[in-house]
């Protein structure tokens, strides 16, 4: 078990910000489809028959992988985004506040620029990363200040399939996001083990909830969504000044 805490970064400017995005835009254009030339639709049916085959085919594959990135841009760029940009607009209105909040606004945006540098070395090394590691990264980020634990059973270089690997990190990492965000926790603590099946926990003890009056939201449907694809289960157990556990279980 070891811990492990986050360090502020220094803020590059705009130009600097520019370039960090600039290869994510590059891989989202890659991973889309090419369409088909126009002279083929007019000239070659059996060619474009087989073209439409092929994006059949491939639809599936990205359609996961539009769901994949989405979660990913909504867990590490968006919501520091939406804050900051809240933030820097109450600062505009009344700079007698800046010296209270300008520090969370700049931290906010620091996060985001990691999270999208992190976006952008996930999908030019997805392929080479065992699961274990691309999880503690990610929990790592998410934790933010927050003490964290991370007790993991399963050898560095254990590997699993893509979707899996996918299922595990985005869960994780929302459950430690809400943690941090919504909870108030004081520590986190995330576990991992593969026995028969691989088994994610995230406990916190922030300041819980009844889960009969949440109606679930993106980050929570699509937790629940990504271990069902699966044939996998979340089991979420909280109480009002109890904490919340969620526990993960994919085949």
Same mark, same amino acid.
């Given at each position: 078990?070891? +811990?492990?805490? &986050? %360090?502020?970064?220094?803020?590059?400017?705009?130009?600097? !910000?520019e370039?960090?995005?600039?290869?994510?835009? *590059?891989?989202?254009?890659?991973?889309a489809?090419?369409?088909?030339? /126009?002279?083929?639709r007019? %000239?070659?049916?059996?060619?474009? #028959?087989?073209?439409l085959?092929?994006?059949?085919?491939a639809d599936?594959?990205?359609?996961?992988?539009?769901?994949?990135?989405?979660?990913?841009?909504?867990?590490?760029?968006m919501q520091?985004?939406a804050?900051?940009?809240? !933030?820097?607009?109450?600062?505009? =209105? &009344?700079?007698?506040?800046?010296?209270?909040?300008?520090?969370? +606004?700049?931290?906010?945006?620091?996060r985001?620029?990691?999270g999208?540098?992190?976006?952008?070395?996930?999908?030019?090394?997805r392929?080479?990363r065992?699961?274990?590691?691309?999880?503690?990264?990610?929990v790592?980020?998410?934790?933010?200040?927050?003490?964290?634990?991370?007790?993991?059973?399963?050898?560095?270089?254990s590997?699993?399939?893509?979707?899996?690997?996918?299922?595990?990190? /985005?869960?994780?990492r929302?459950?430690?996001? &809400?943690?941090?965000?919504?909870a108030? +926790? *004081?520590?986190?603590?995330?576990?991992?083990?593969?026995?028969?099946?691989?088994?994610?926990g995230?406990h916190?003890? %922030?300041? =819980?909830f009844?889960?009969?009056?949440?109606? =679930?939201?993106f #980050?929570?449907?699509?937790?629940?969504?990504?271990?069902?694809?699966? #044939? *996998?289960?979340?089991l979420?157990?909280?109480?009002p #000044?109890? %904490?919340t556990?969620?526990?993960?279980y994919?085949?």
């Open positions: 078990m070891s +811990a492990a805490h &986050n %360090g502020g970064t220094e803020i590059p400017g705009s130009e600097q !910000t370039a960090a995005l600039r290869p994510l835009r *590059g891989q989202l254009l890659a991973a489809p090419s369409p088909v030339p /126009h002279d083929r007019r %000239g070659g049916g059996q060619e474009h #028959g087989r073209r085959a092929d994006l059949q085919r599936p594959r990205l359609s996961h992988e539009r769901r994949r990135i989405a979660a990913d841009v909504h867990d590490l760029v520091d985004v804050f900051a940009l809240a !933030t820097a607009r109450e600062i505009a =209105g &009344n700079p007698a506040v800046a010296e209270r909040y300008a520090a969370a +606004a700049v931290a906010a945006a620091e985001a620029l990691t999208a540098r992190s976006i952008v070395s996930e999908l030019s090394h392929h080479r065992p699961p274990v590691m691309v999880l503690r990264e990610s790592v980020l998410a934790a933010r200040a927050t003490p964290l634990t991370l007790a993991i059973v399963v050898p560095d270089d590997f699993a399939d893509e979707t899996t690997t996918d299922a595990l990190v /985005h869960i994780a929302e459950a430690v996001t &809400n943690a941090v965000k919504h108030g +926790a *004081g520590a986190i603590h995330v576990t991992l083990s593969r026995p028969d099946e691989w088994h994610l995230v916190d003890d %922030g300041r =819980g009844d889960p009969a009056e949440v109606r =679930g939201g #980050g929570l449907d699509s937790c629940r969504r990504h271990a069902e694809e699966l #044939g *996998g289960r979340v979420l157990t909280s109480a #000044g109890e %904490g556990a969620v526990q993960v994919l085949p």
